[in-house]
């Protein structure tokens, strides 16, 4: 919706003037940017910390905008009962659809959002809110950094996913790039803790889950925005649905990196999967993703080391520099620790 109808101005402007929080959902992600002073990140499955304590512990009245409010666990974060709800949408069939509406706003976001900033600044006048969740958002989300620490930072082998995004994050500009995550644990493990800065600079996928979608949307990315450094995270899994459209890239001319976190299994399934692995390994996993992506034709490198990690990005950066569709494999333990409404490892 606020991405749709290219809001993000005025959804900054209107949280700076009520001095309110903002969450997306995961679709919505980069709508609002994830470093200011009042973001929240993103929620659906995954959340932040700051996120959820927001959301569940401090929320009195929720401004839903731009959104459907579907009752959907992968994209969009359950609202708590017994809050106000004002929901602004262009869809009707969208209210009271999940929840009561104590107010519903039909319309566009962008136009939506102009006219609530109108009515706020005629109701402050002269006036500025005084109150500001800044500092609380900011110890928070240190806190359920903290928990997180020796997961982002973790030099074990197999690597971490986590160590992945925490290198990514450090070398990489995101103002610079387009990012996309893949169904399964790439989701749950890059959605809380990559910060998206601008409008689009984060792909947000997840009422679909499709393997392998991540892959297609970023050689589309690239296609609409040459100039911005488009990549995709996806797991083995993911690799295997739609792995040889790498070629497309490269046949094309469209210089993507992809990430291939290679962990040799299907590791968010483990719960679900218990009979079937016991009895025909259905969640083993095998193959070179890297060789695969030179005899493809592109340039690739594989990752055993945490230390590397971040050369290997700039590396890879800098072929997509020169026009080459690149790969990295990165391999990766069975990390099942997520970020949950919890927010702890």
Not at 160 to 168: A, D, G, L, S
């Amino acid at each position: 919706g606020v991405l749709y109808s290219e809001g993000t101005d005025e959804l900054l402007q209107l949280a700076e003037l009520l001095q309110s929080a903002v969450m997306t959902t995961v679709d919505g992600k980069s709508a609002f940017p994830e470093d200011h002073a009042l973001a929240l990140g993103s929620g659906g499955n995954g959340f932040t910390g700051h996120g959820a304590h927001f959301l569940y512990s401090k929320a009195d009245l929720i401004l839903a905008i731009g959104c459907g409010l579907t009752k959907h666990p992968l994209s969009t974060p359950p609202l708590p009962s017994g809050v106000r709800l004002i929901h602004a949408t262009n869809d009707p069939r969208d209210l009271h659809k999940s929840y009561p509406t104590e107010l519903a706003l039909l319309g566009d976001a962008k136009l939506t959002l102009a006219f609530l900033i109108e009515a706020v600044r005629n109701r402050l006048g002269a006036r500025t809110l005084d109150r500001s969740p800044a500092a609380e958002i900011k110890s928070v989300r240190e806190a359920w950094l903290a928990k997180w620490k020796a997961k982002l930072e973790s030099a074990e082998q197999p690597i971490t996913p986590y160590r992945v995004i925490h290198e990514f994050m450090r070398v990489v500009d995101p103002a610079d790039a387009i990012v996309t995550h893949d169904s399964g644990s790439p989701r749950e493990q890059l959605l809380p803790f990559y910060r998206a800065t601008r409008p689009r600079g984060y792909l947000g996928w997840g009422k679909s889950h499709q393997l392998g979608t991540g892959l297609g949307l970023t050689i589309g990315a690239k296609v609409a925005a040459p100039d911005k450094f488009c990549v995709n995270f996806m797991g083995d899994a993911a690799f295997g649905m739609t792995g040889l459209d790498f070629e497309t890239a490269v046949r094309c001319g469209v210089p993507i990196l992809t990430i291939v976190l290679n962990n040799s299994t299907m590791a968010i399934e483990i719960p679900h999967m218990k009979l079937s692995h016991e009895r025909h390994a259905a969640r083993n996993l095998g193959g070179s993703y890297a060789a695969l992506a030179r005899d493809l034709g592109g340039w690739s490198e594989r990752v055993t080391n945490p230390g590397e990690i971040a050369t290997a990005i700039t590396r890879a950066r800098h072929q997509t520099q020169e026009g080459r569709a690149a790969l990295l494999e990165l391999v990766t333990g069975e990390e099942t620790a997520f970020s949950r409404r919890g927010a702890g490892p």
